[in-house]
């Protein structure tokens, strides 16, 4: 391995090492629907599909192009979830990531206009075809900030699971939900993790939600507590074991994802000054990152670097 002060910057582009996921950034650059489709076609994989459509909706000029594509298109179905997928990243987007009251009612209103757009396309969508995974996805984004409650989206979250088993987007998407800042419990948020985590197959990302439920705890913290609780033992042993059982498991095969869920384990264990097992989730990771965990901590780029480097010279 090259010396730490000459590692490369982590590569953040979510595309990097993903071929397929290149094409459909291609195939919108060239504001060809069918393009589009010709690229989503070999992606079988739910989770790959989910991140092939955030990659479309953060496309310069995709809301037009899926526009046009519903229009002349009524009746195919990818058009109207990608469309709905647009509606939710351009509502978000609007919204911003602060705190519900730091949001001005301008952006509540276009947040909740662009979400009720999307959750009328997967409405159409789920009634004709229920086996939907993405749409199934997304509807638990809008059951999110719609507000649309805990019971409703436990549901959602059924009906995904009946057609996408352990489909980690999903069940990230509910523990949000589950949380206190979105109407739940630190103890639902947690149970659910665990138990997502423990009915999982050896090897699947499950046990990322655990890693996702201990970033939301250590958030809520002030800088002393912080430090705290990420050194409690519990909290350490539990990590490991989440982590032994999904993204350092022998049969962990998860071409997405992978980066963002060994680089929450990574965080949580450098923060805890265990570099090494930082280390084994920072090579693991190789030349790539993600802005997820790591924005917490300030600029994504510098922290995960910083942190990597850290921990490869130090275990």
Request: aromatic share 8%; proline share 6%.
């Amino acid at each position: 391995m090259l010396p730490t002060q000459q590692l490369p910057a982590p590569d953040f582009d979510p595309v990097a090492g993903l071929p397929e996921l290149a094409a459909i950034r291609q195939a919108a650059a060239s504001a060809d629907w069918r393009a589009v489709h010709a690229a989503f076609a070999p992606i079988g994989d739910e989770h790959g599909r989910v991140v092939a459509a955030r990659i479309l909706a953060e496309a310069p000029g995709a809301e037009l192009l899926l526009l046009q594509a519903v229009e002349q298109y009524p009746g195919d179905p990818l058009a109207a979830v990608l469309l709905a997928g647009c509606h939710i990243h351009l509502g978000w987007e609007a919204r911003t990531g602060a705190r519900a009251s730091k949001v001005t009612p301008a952006q509540w209103a276009v947040f909740r206009d662009r979400l009720n757009q999307a959750e009328r396309l997967l409405i159409k969508v789920t009634a004709h075809l229920p086996e939907y995974a993405l749409a199934w996805v997304m509807r638990l984004d809008t059951a999110r900030g719609l507000s649309l409650g805990l019971s409703e989206a436990r549901r959602r979250r059924r009906r995904l699971d009946q057609v996408a088993p352990h489909h980690f987007v999903g069940q990230s998407r509910l523990l949000q939900q589950l949380l206190p800042k979105w109407g739940g419990s630190w103890e639902e948020a947690y149970s659910f993790a665990r138990d997502s985590f423990q009915a999982g197959p050896p090897g699947s990302l499950s046990g990322a939600l655990l890693a996702e439920y201990h970033v939301e705890q250590w958030l809520e913290l002030n800088a002393a507590a912080r430090r705290e609780y990420v050194h409690r033992p519990q909290v350490r042993q539990e990590l490991a074991q989440a982590a032994a059982g999904s993204v350092l498991h022998p049969d962990c095969r998860a071409r997405y994802g992978l980066i963002t869920a060994h680089g929450t384990f990574a965080m949580l264990a450098s923060l805890a000054e265990d570099h090494a097992t930082a280390a084994v989730h920072f090579r693991a990771m190789g030349p790539y990152g993600s802005t997820y965990p790591w924005g917490y901590l300030g600029d994504s780029a510098e922290t995960l670097a910083e942190h990597r480097d850290r921990a490869l010279a130090k275990g």
